[in-house]
T-cell receptor
Framework: GAGVSQSPSNKVTEKGKDVELRCDPI?????LYWYRQSLGQGLEFLIY????????KSGLPSDRFSAERTGGSVSTLTIQRTQQEDSAVYLC???????????????FGNGTRLTVT | GNSVTQMEGPVTLSEEAFLTINCTYT??????LFWYVQYPGEGLQLLLK?????DKGSNKGFEATYRKETTSFHLEKGSVQVSDSAVYFC??????????????FGKGTKLSVKP
């Protein structure tokens, strides 16, 4: 079946502009995660949505970052007033349940490569 | 805090060589441990996992044993193939009440296998 879909696959933007990144999770998956992968760094957790619960925003690096998930499905990550240090690959993942236990590994999309010039 | 440390790459091996990628962790509580793999041009995918001490995860010829005494989860394969060339990420998640399944990742180790 279809996996996690992210768009755009690449985005180049000028410093100071706002960007929106989109994630379509696997149908029926209740948990959705955003991670950031910077060059030479590991994957940095950003935000987590689980069903109708309040999202865990503890990983968002600044108030320029926000995310929403409409109808429990599609999610949009918004970065306002982009800075060069925001350049990274932004990865979305979904899972059928809230945890990463035996039956619910994370399924990752191919990511959006953001370049801020 | 909770963290994962894995050996820095890149690692370059010849086909059929033995592979070890070291991973150690620091965690409060009782973590589950994972190896994820990212093949060129593809998204991350789960390679193997272990949810408690002394468990061994295995898949596609890769193995890793959860060692609580050394807080390690080293990835091994006896004979690598060119198709194993990828970036490998060690990760953990915590397994106590309130855990929301956030994966904490290492920085990744790039493996290149030459024919």
């Amino acid at each position: 079946g279809a996996g996690v879909s992210q768009s755009p696959s690449n985005k180049v933007t000028e410093k100071g502009k706002d960007v929106e990144l989109r994630c379509d999770p696997i149908s029926g998956h209740t948990a959705l995660y955003w991670y950031r992968q910077s060059l030479g760094q590991g994957l940095e957790f950003l935000i987590y949505f689980q069903g109708n619960s309040a999202p865990d925003k503890s990983g968002l690096p600044s108030d320029r970052f926000s995310a929403e998930r409409t109808g429990g499905s599609v999610s949009t990550l918004t970065i306002q007033r982009t800075q060069q240090e925001d350049s990274a690959v932004y990865l979305c993942a979904s899972s059928p349940t809230r945890g990463t236990g035996d039956n619910s590994p994370l399924h990752f999309g191919n990511g959006t490569r953001l370049t801020v010039t | 805090g909770n963290s994962v440390t894995q050996m820095e790459g890149p690692v370059t091996l010849s086909e059929e060589a033995f592979l070890t990628i070291n991973c150690t962790y620091t965690a409060t509580g009782y973590p589950s441990l994972f190896w994820y793999v990212q093949y060129p041009g593809e998204g991350l995918q789960l390679l193997l996992k272990a949810t408690k001490a002394d468990d061994k995860g295995s898949n596609k010829g890769f193995e890793a044993t959860y060692r609580k005494e050394t807080t390690s989860f080293h990835l091994e394969k006896g004979s690598v193939q060119v198709s194993d060339s990828a970036v490998y990420f060690c990760a953990l998640t915590l397994n106590y009440g309130g855990s929301q399944g956030n994966l904490i990742f290492g920085k990744g180790t790039k493996l290149s296998v030459k024919p």
